[in-house]
């Protein structure tokens, strides 16, 4: 509890981007985030005033870090699981606990638990030796899908393999694998949802995530022409996994749409990309309901403010650690996109990082789309896209 404002205090392990806006839905609440960082110039650490620098895989870190927070919660899953277990073991309050993270943090963990829930998952098995590996592909057909079980994202850690050969250098590397079928997918979608401690849940519309060479580049809320009968599916299933999971704060389901319906492709249990678009498309965005959920507060409304809402991320393009010209290209997208909604996280530039991103609501989806799309690329790499706006 803050003395000053009566307030409790929630404790974010991570200063990344999710920290950042988890500490902008803090303000309205009365409160201020505290995160441990691993620098000052970590995105949160550069705007919350209550930064604890620290190793987030030192226990004795964030033992230190969780003294006075009434709740702590994560902007990502690299913790190591048995320190959140000692934390709770001490008597703090952590969200999500242990005994559910395992399963967004090793993706055998998840694949094994889902698949004993009926959770329709693509075929998928442990993998450690070339033998296993055959095995698998001779049941399902090459290409299969190889993943790391831990310390995966943004595609880092997926690799397709068409043979034993291929697979050789990763399989050798030790890094503990599954290896999945290479499912037919028609598009990518999320189903986000919150639940808190009491048991409350609420879901957001299921949007599609467009993605590029295992990045998401685009977020469409909510998808279109989806199937209301898939969508209420998929929404029933992010529930009822953070239900049996017993997840607490924002649950993220990333779904495969197939010919034969949906698949679970894996679990977030944080803010995630795919609802950053709830910021400004949604009565209560993510980041707001994640800290009710983490404090056990009633969970906010969802309802979409607008038909649609784009949200396209903005990838560092091949430019300096800080761009030259972002200020210019800030002004002139200003100008000339005045609805676009532009989010940078204070992160250094690198190509392909994600930056930043951009959000767009209203009525015409294609028209929508294009903006925010235009608008990105104009303010990644500026002229160079061929788009010169003018100011009016
Ligand atoms: P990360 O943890 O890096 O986000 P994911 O498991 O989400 O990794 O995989 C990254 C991307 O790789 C997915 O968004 C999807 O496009 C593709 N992918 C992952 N698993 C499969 C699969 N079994 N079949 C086909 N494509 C897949």
Redesign the pocket.
Known sequence: MDERTGLPVVGMVGAGQLARMTHQAAIPLGQGLRVLADSVDDGAALVAHDVVVGDYRSLDDLRAFAVGCDAVTFDHEHVPNAHIAALEADGVTVHPSAAALVFAQDKGEMRRRLSALGVPC?RWAPVDTENDLAGFAEQVGWPV?L?ATRG???????WVVSSVEEAAPVLASGTPLIV????A?VR?LAADVARSPFGQGAVWPVVETV?RD?ICVEVIAPAPDLDEDVAEQAQALALRIAHELGVTGVLAV?LFQTADGLVV??LAMRPHNSAHWTIEGSTTSQFEQHLRAVLDYPLGTTDPVAPHTVMVNLLGGPDDVVPKGIDERMHHCFAHWPEVKVHLYGKQFRPGRKVGHVTVVGHDLETLRRRAREAAQYLMVGDAAGTVPAHG
């Open positions: 693509p899908v993943k995966g994202y943004d595609g880092k850690g997926v999945e079928e290479k499912v997918i990518e993605q295992g990333e492709n894996e």
